[in-house]
Every structure is written in C-alpha cells, then in structure tokens.
T-cell receptor, first 115, second 111 residues
C-alpha cells in the first residue's frame, strides 16, 4: 500500500461527461503533482502545486483543471475529454515545497478510459 | 534540456542470475538521480536517490551507483518478485520540480 491514495482506481467516461479524480496524502508533504502515463512510456508531468499554489502547468489543455483544496488534497477535474486522453493518471507528493532534491511518492493511479 | 537513456529496454534473467541496468544522463548540473520500480498497473515506487559521483545506495538485492555520466542498478541474485519496470530520473539545476525520466528497463526473472 502506498501513502498517497487515489480514487477512483478505474474510470470510464464519455466525451461529454464531467468527472473528478481525487488524491490524498497525510505525510505532511508540501508539494503535490499530477502525472499522466501512457502504456509502456514514462510518466509525464502535468501540474505541480507547492504550498497549495499552482507552480507549474506543463501547457496542459484546459479540459484538465487541477484544484488543491488544502495541503493534503489534490483534485483533477475532467471535462470534454478526448479518447487520446485515456491513460493512467498518477498523483505524487514530495516533502520539499520547493521540489528540490526531494523524491516523489506516487499513488497507484486512476486508470481512465474515454469512450 | 536534461536527457536520460536507459538500457537495455528489456532484460530476462534466471532466478539467481545477477545483472546490471544502465542509466546514462546529460544534465546541465545534477541535483539528484532517482531510481523507481513500477509494477504493472501501479504507480512508481521510490527506491533510491543519488546526489554525487561515487555515491552508492543499497536495499536488499539492489545496489545503485553513480558516476558523472551514468548510474547503474545492480540486481544481485534476483528472485521472481524483482520482476518490474525500473525507471531512472534526473533533476537538473534548471528544474525545481520537473524530473526527466528514462523509458525504463523491464526486468523479468524466471524461477
């Protein structure tokens, strides 16, 4: 079991649906991340929150909308997705709020399928 | 731009047959090199951080080493439960949060 919890584990949604992915950590980490991983590829960074503020947006389309309600929670709101957005969405956290020299701790991801 | 190349792409081992995975990197200034293990359908699991050339870290049957251009992950007397994809990532001085990942090495250990 990991210390970063993601829900749901699996999600199937149509292109007109709105859904949200949730992530929670109770390690007191100050930075939280969203990554996208396609099959047999490494994770790709999407967003970083540091001290609950958005620090990095890797030019992600606006159909993905992140939210950090507090230091332990991270959400990813999904709307009008495309089939090519189907992937494993990983949440991670790091102890350092500056993201320097601090290993990432990943959750087990949400497997998203867009139909 | 920081770059990471891992080799081989896939490695099939017999139980007990030791081997090494390679991670070559180019980075403007290395802040840290990270090794992760990923099982199918799960998130990467953190293994090691290495910061400077000459550094070594060990955990059970795994040992990671670092030079100025590459890192090795040595697997000693592997067991079937060591089967996984091993990912290497670097953080350069120009990136506060972003890691550059290699494509990974998929290790299969047969009993």
């Amino acid at each position: 079991d990991t210390e970063v919890t993601q829900t749901p584990k699996h999600l199937v949604m149509g292109m007109t649906n709105k859904k949200s992915l949730k992530c929670e950590q109770h390690m007191g980490h100050r930075a939280m991340y969203w990554y996208k991983q396609k099959a047999k590829k490494p994770p790709e960074l999407m967003f970083v929150y540091s001290y609950e503020k958005l620090s990095i947006n890797e030019s992600v389309p606006s159909r993905f909308s992140p939210e950090c309600p507090n230091s332990s929670l991270l959400n990813l709101h999904l709307h009008a997705l495309q089939p090519e957005d189907s992937a494993l969405y990983l949440c991670a956290s790091s102890q350092s709020g500056t993201g320097v020299n601090s290993p990432l701790h990943f959750g087990n991801g949400t497997r998203l399928t867009v139909t | 731009e920081d770059q990471v190349t891992q080799s081989p792409e896939a490695l099939r081992l017999q139980e007990g047959e030791s081997s090494s995975l390679n991670c070559s990197y180019t980075v403007s200034g290395l802040r840290g090199l990270f090794w992760y293990r990923q099982d199918p359908g799960k998130g990467p699991e953190f293994l090691f951080t290495l910061y400077s050339a000459g550094e070594e870290k060990e955990k059970e049957r795994l040992k990671a080493t670092l030079t100025k251009k590459e890192s090795f992950l040595h697997i000693t007397a592997p067991k079937p439960e060591d089967s996984a994809t091993y990912l290497c990532a670097v953080q350069g001085v120009s990136n506060d949060y972003k890691l550059s990942f290699g494509a990974g090495t998929t290790v299969t250990v047969r009993a």
